[in-house]
């Protein structure tokens, strides 16, 4: 921060209706501005340890076994030739597994992290193909990887359900999905739709996916009595260290969890069967455990987006106004979770309509849980509610941002409330002039290069802001003036510890390098998710109230003689490196001399972020325009995205370049949506076939062009910084933009990504 | 764990006499067979290191180009020889996996990769004729989108997966190979077998049978050859459908052509009725199409690969459209 700014004043101790905006969300200086993460030189030298890096002493190395078929019973486990092969120290399985406690459901209770309430190998049922049915513990990798293939169970298997097709008839509402019935209906749609002199009606379909982070899920534990050391790669420390003292029936402090580095996360790192098994393991064995989940691993023990049947009805006026909005259909999930994939969540938020109808089903499927990943609901909802636009669009005549523009809402139209902040129009405006959409032809297949036909599209992101409760953070300032915070957050890679370094920074008056900024930890103040974005406000929240507690500490510190003596915390404001008056900012002390005065060499305060009011207020979203060039082939079909760019309504960004790669991942992740990911179930056996990265495409080097990204940088009056999260916005409307574009190509409409080839080529003609 | 012994052959005497002990096996780049020891499909007793074998790539006296058998994948794409008198070689290499597995597999192990027929390597939950003979194919009424339309049998529809082998296979090349009983050289169409009832046996080669070299002939239309692969995405993917090309054209008609396909055949898929079908057409998408289907008349698609047909005649189309224009 620069001299010459006033003090800043302190955040709003509260979040609600008439909280003041946060000052910092106007400040310049670091907030903004594109520091490189300060964690990168650790990462790229390899000096960072993961969790699958940590050696403990006498460690035993875990390999599961896992079921082939999806439902039935273990009737005979022969495991005589793993016990007798080299290095083993114990194989474990149903019945010589200790009795653990139920896991909780995430959602369930505050901290749960758990994908389901199913018994850890504690019966002889098998509930999914895949689930795992012993664990090998040896003294190599090699060694336990060997033993498990020995493993052999006899099963009788029962009738399953492995096809979404046989699940669909008996397709039913869900449980309330985070006290959201996932289903409403404003107005008569039905008769609007009939009544409309313009139409779209379609179903569209999307398959199951998987996280596929690089780091593969990883744990590294040991006992001690009854404490618990785990070094995991997790979402949320401090849930996973409640959840594994709920198993293990101990207290919440008897489990600590490590995890300063986490190797992309992207929803599935969460408690799975893996880190239970481990942990019984090591107590059975007496020895830490490390287990690593193989590739293959993954694809059986952690589940991954669920698939999806959706439809979407629009009907509008001549001018393009929609008079009603149909978004409704059926997920599959398994029998014995509650994740119904949300995909109405857009549809609720982005059209003004008086009549819509919204609705979710699940059909129940002997399946492995599914779970959130990426933009759960809002990146397979977008797909299908911003297609339909397109295709009314294109219908009607009518440029489809026009078309999308002339359906502003005022307000929230399915809550009623008033948006905290929402400059759609402007991202639009903004995207469409930079990407150059003018050039587009409303016609398909106008434009080519040789057997290439080239065609344009756009479509809405869309994902909410998110603030749940727990966020809390610890700040230390010491005589030479460094100020440690502490937060029990995460870092994923998406460059969480360099941003909020930032912001602890300015809001401390401190140069960037004067933070020491800890997460990673469960032994660290907070309850804080690494999920549904809000890291970022959840932090951001949490450093405000602590640094509110900081000054308040500080003044009570200081002597009688100071400038500053008397004054209340909402009198003073940060200047740098210290405090001044609000009112004379020439009447000031810095924290050393305050320190030095006072004869103490540190000084903490703690405190937890005033709950997340705002969004009771307030509909609070982030939006963008994402804009798409594709390039197809009149011959084979093949798709190249030639050019793509994003133009998003989320906030004031704090840390452009750390943004800008957040960004840029989500719509790399809906690239692969749109035109290659697929978890390839077999429908006979409901086995996952393609548990691979050569098998389960994700876009490699030669299938992202450059990828443009810019923003509106306006702040949302409402939150901490006037920041939302950016780490899931990217993904949505990313698979829209590539379908319409397609269309726009070579005027086939694809309404089952992935896009492949073979789609394309049953409508085209082949010149 | 499961032991194996591990000899490094220094000259080709040396590697026949330990590949013929029993369930010996020849590793190149391990970039194939290793992983299938990992999943158990590959359980070789004994690994003979072939990859000091002759690495070299040198004209031959009658005007051709031989490559030993240990030449790196990306070396044999970058040579100028190669690059200039076979280019459908060089591209169909760089089409091919990624840098860094081009960088470790051998040709001799290209040639001899096995199929990436999801069933086949799940070895704990799938049934497959191939790995397990008389189990029965879980591929032919599975998710078979991937498997091959032409060479299929009723036991078994894996696809070959090179892409080398498919240039090879258009362009004559020959396959020199060593044994203890002695040297033999055969047309490299002739090594892989299609699966009949004993899809097992996957080429002609004797146990401990060695791949010593592949020998390109002198085949001027070779120099203005080429390779088109199409897949799901742009790098690191196996091909839906590829073609390697080249053809002479005289006054319009087609005097010479060279045709094979991927991705469509149990085996690299020399496309002879193509040719024949093509020999002195006249130049033309018609002509073109007329040959395509000829090859593909034999194709028996299955519940999710049907579409490679299709696709199979396109891209023949598209690359022999390519060749001829350039050709004007
Ligand atoms: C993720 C991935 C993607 C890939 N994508 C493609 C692709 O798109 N296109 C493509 O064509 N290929 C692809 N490949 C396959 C790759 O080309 C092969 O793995 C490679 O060519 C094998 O060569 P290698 O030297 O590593 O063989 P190895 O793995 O060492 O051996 C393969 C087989 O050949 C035998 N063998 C090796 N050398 C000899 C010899 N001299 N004589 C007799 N037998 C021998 C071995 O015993 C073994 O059975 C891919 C592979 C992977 C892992
Ligand atoms: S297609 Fe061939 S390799 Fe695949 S499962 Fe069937 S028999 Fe095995």
Redesign the interface.
Known sequence: MSLEQAPLPLGPSSWAIDAGPDPLAARQGLIGAPLARRDGPAKVTGEARYASEVRLDGMLYGALAFSTIPRGRIVAMDTSSAERAAGVALVMTHHNAPRLHSTVELGTAERAAAADELPVMQDDRIRWNGQPIAIVLAESQEQADHAASLIDATYQPEPAITRFDQARADARPPALYQGDPLRQTIGDPWTALAESPHTVDAVYTTPRHHHNAIEPHAVTLAWDGDELTVHDCPQAVTHLAWSLAQVFGIRQDQVHISAPYVGGGFGGKMLWQHQILAAAAARLSGRPVRVVLSREGVYRVVGGRTSTEQRVAIGAEDDGTFTSLVHTGVVATSRHNNVPEPFIKPARCLYATRNATFEVKRADLDMLANTFMRAPGEAVGTFALESAVDELADRMGVDPIELRLCNEPAVDPSSGKPFSARHLIEAYRAGAERFGWEARSPRPRARRDGEWLIGLGCATATYPYNRFPGGAARITINRNGDATVEVAAHEMGMGTGTVQSQVAAERLGLPVEKIIFVLGDSSLPGVVLAGGSQQTAAIGGAITAAHRELVGELLKLINCDSPLAGLHPDEVGTIPGGLGRLDDPSRSESYTAILAAAGVDTISAEATAPEGMEQLEWSMHSYGAQFCEVRVSVITGEIRVSRFLGSFDCGRIINARTAASQLRGGIVMGLGLALMEETQVDGRSGRIMNPSLADYHVPAHADVPDIEVMWTDIPDPHTPLGAHGVGEIGITGTAAAVANAVYNAIGVRVRDPPITPDKLLRHSPGR | ??RFDYARAEDVADAVRYGTRRDALYLGGGTNLVDLM?E?VAQPAALVDVTRLASTIEGTETGGLRIGAAARNSLVAEHPAVRQRYPALARAILAGASAQIRNMATVGGNLLQRT?C??FY?V???RCNRRSPGQGC?AI???N?GHAVLGTSSSCIATHPSDMCVALAALDAVVHLAHEDGERSLPLTALHRVPGDRPDIETVLRPGELVTGVELPRLPLAARSTYRK????????FA??SVAAAVEVEAGIVQDVRLALGGVGTTPWRARHAEETLRGQAVGEPAFRRAAQAELAAAVPRAHNG?KV??AV??V??VLNELTREEA
């Open positions: 764990m499961r990992r158990t990436r999801a069933y799940d704990e939950g799938s879980d009424e599975g998710l989108r199409v897949r799901d995405r742009a790098s690191y993917a839906l459908v579409f299709e696709l396109r891209t189309i598209g």
